[in-house]
């Protein structure tokens, strides 16, 4: 059947984050083998075969004084130079996973690595076994068996030996997972399960927008009382997981239009790319900033949003309609939340969502997580 036994795979322990004001330990491996990688070098401890890594990670903050949100373009003179935007994207994932979780990180690829070696095998040895079972089935059956005798003979040794080796395969399967628990204080559990109550009721706004890139606006030529000029794109939150771990709970998730989501889980980040690559962050070096803002708003006013007041298509300096033009028209002037998400490494990721308070909300327990992981 040419069936390829690969002799050799690595076991993945499951791994236990602790989450305490210092930092973040990940532990993995069996007991009396442990392996801890910190800031005064690499001490090894090995009682029986097993492998594991330790990491600490020291807190940042990030600050960004918030700019109010305008409208996107639409209503500039012709004679005015279109002005480039700026991408808000954040930087590759090589560059973003913390520094202290780069060996955690290094591992969780190893293990989804190893595991496509080994669903590769188990396929083949599947299609093998499946193969050798038929013809064996055919072959006994046969009115010709009796002169089949050495082929069927070498069938009812292959066919239990693929038979075995899916059975093994199926079990290295499942010890290619990284089965990632949390250990947290009291607090801190209970500060995360506020944060995922306040994402529930965020992602029921009616309208969420991936902010992908701005400009300021030129008010004068453009005859506009909007100081920044965004460009928005629809996008979804919800809760989801990742190949990358399995833990006993769904990550929280924001979608992202011009780059990697965001996925949210106890103590960390994960943005993951489509080509496997993925950053690792501590969630503590992860600034969240939000902004009540007022947007000029040239569509539909979604239901949950707060009409606070109105401009026009075209005004003065002064907030006056601007005469000059013919079908100048009134614009209603909505409040909206802003969520910036920032890193030292890198992160920045801007949404918008029609559910100011409920934007608010969240940005509020996001902090008051952090606080409660830096309080163990």
Do not use: C
Not at 23 to 36: L, M, R
Not at 136 to 151: A, C, I, N, V
Not at 330 to 335: E, G, K, S, T
Request: a neutral charge; glycine letters at 8%.
């Amino acid at each position: 059947m040419g069936l390829r036994f690969r002799q050799s795979f690595e076991v993945f322990p499951g791994v236990r984050l602790n989450l305490s004001g210092s930092g973040i330990t990940a532990s993995f491996g069996v007991d009396g083998a442990t392996v801890n990688v910190g800031a005064h070098g690499v001490r090894s401890t090995i009682g029986i075969p097993g492998s594991g890594l330790s990491f600490t990670a020291n807190h940042f903050t990030g600050s960004q004084t918030p700019r109010a949100a305008m409208p996107r373009p639409g209503y500039a003179p012709s004679y005015t130079p279109a002005q480039p935007m700026r991408e808000i994207n954040s930087a590759s994932v090589e560059q973003l996973t913390s520094h202290s979780l780069v060996e955690l990180r290094d591992l969780i690829a190893k293990a989804r690595s190893q595991r496509k070696e080994v669903d590769q095998d188990l396929a083949e040895a599947h299609a093998s076994h499946q193969a050798g079972s038929a013809e064996l089935e055919r072959r006994q059956r046969s009115w010709f068996r009796w002169f089949m005798k050495r082929r069927i003979a070498e069938l009812e040794g292959s066919v239990p030996e693929a038979a075995g080796e899916v059975q093994r395969l199926t079990e290295w399967q499942g010890l290619t997972h990284i089965d990632v628990s949390f250990e947290t204080s009291d607090a801190a559990q209970r500060a995360y399960g506020a944060l995922v109550r306040t994402f529930e009721a965020l992602r029921q706004s009616k309208a969420i927008w991936d902010i992908t890139s701005d400009r300021d606006t030129d008010r004068v030529r453009e005859r506009s009382a909007a100081f920044r000029t965004l460009d928005r794109k629809p996008v979804q939150i919800d809760f989801s997981s990742s190949d990358l771990v399995r833990f006993a709970g769904h990550a929280i998730r924001f979608g992202n239009i011009n780059g990697e989501d965001i996925l949210i889980y106890p103590g960390v980040v994960i943005m993951p790319r489509a080509d496997g690559a993925f950053a690792l962050i501590e969630l503590r070096e992860v600034d969240l900033q939000y902004h009540a803002v007022r947007f000029i708003e040239e569509e539909a006013v979604p239901p949950d949003a707060t009409v606070v007041g109105q401009t026009w298509a075209k005004v003065n300096k002064n907030g006056s309609p601007d005469l000059r033009f013919r079908d100048n028209y009134q614009i209603p002037i909505v409040q909206y939340g802003r969520l910036l998400f920032t890193s030292p490494l890198g992160v920045q990721e801007e949404y918008q969502f029609s559910d100011a308070n409920a934007a608010g909300e969240f940005a509020r327990a996001f902090d008051a997580y952090k606080v409660a992981l830096n309080a163990r």
